[in-house]
């Protein structure tokens, strides 16, 4: 069988202390990775750290680089969700969303980049969502910040392409998390029955497409959005 090319590599991943940030940890760390996971607290042996502000996550990368020699892998998988109709949405439920789903994301892929260009097998996956591509009522918040995660991804992709670094990203549909199966039945079979496989996914579901993304057998895929969605979205 191939290798993944993965032992030794180092990663960080954000949103680790559950869901699928944590999924994606674990088996990242099965398949050889040095995983440093990320969260507000540290639950689950996570190191501490608020991603929306710069100063923190610029330690946060160059201490994780320092201690483990450099940096290969960066997932961000932290996101929130304060859902409202736009007459309803308050300027700070738009704000927040926006700062840990897409701000976040660019404060890591700044603070990172030196780091995975100097990789030999930098990778970057950041977890946006199908309602980033096809809006979601209640959602523009939400679907707004996962929509603009894609446009970082392929742009990430072209800027640091050429440093043989690979930047996709993975658009879940209804994954069993806290998130969503705290979701009002009704809203939870309407998704269900939106899908082909009429299941829910899991955070292993989407954990085994990052594994796939990061590794060698990836190897000629950037600036990529892989669906994780049981046929949610199917166009």
Not at 29 to 42: F, I, P, Q, R, W
Request: glycine share 12%; net charge neutral; charged share 20%.
């Amino acid at each position: 069988m191939q290798s993944l090319g993965l032992d030794g590599a180092v990663a960080i991943v954000t949103g680790a202390a559950g869901g699928i940030g944590k999924a994606i940890a674990d088996v990242l760390s099965g398949a050889g990775v040095k995983v440093v996971g990320v969260d507000l607290t540290e639950a689950n042996g996570c190191v501490a750290c608020d991603v929306t502000d710069r100063k923190q996550v610029d330690a946060l990368v160059q201490s994780v680089a320092d201690e483990n020699g450099g940096l290969d892998i960066l997932i961000h998988a932290a996101g929130i969700t304060r859902d409202n109709v736009l007459w309803k949405l308050e300027d700070e439920d738009w704000s927040a969303v926006m700062r840990v789903n897409l701000d976040a994301a660019f404060l890591l892929l700044r603070a990172a980049s030196s780091h995975l260009r100097a990789s030999k097998r930098g990778s970057v996956v950041m977890i946006t969502s199908i309602n980033g591509q096809r809006g979601k009522r209640g959602q523009s918040n939400y679907a707004a910040s996962k929509a603009g995660l894609i446009g970082l991804t392929k742009s990430a992709a072209h800027e640091l392409g050429r440093d043989g670094v690979r930047v996709n990203a993975i658009a879940p549909g209804l994954i069993d998390t806290n998130m969503t199966l705290n979701l009002p039945q009704k809203v939870r079979d309407a998704a269900i029955a939106e899908t082909v496989l009429c299941k829910a996914g899991t955070p292993e579901d989407v954990a085994g497409v990052a594994l796939f993304l990061c590794s060698s057998l990836a190897g000629h895929m950037t600036g990529q959005v892989l669906r994780v969605d049981g046929g949610q979205l199917i166009a």
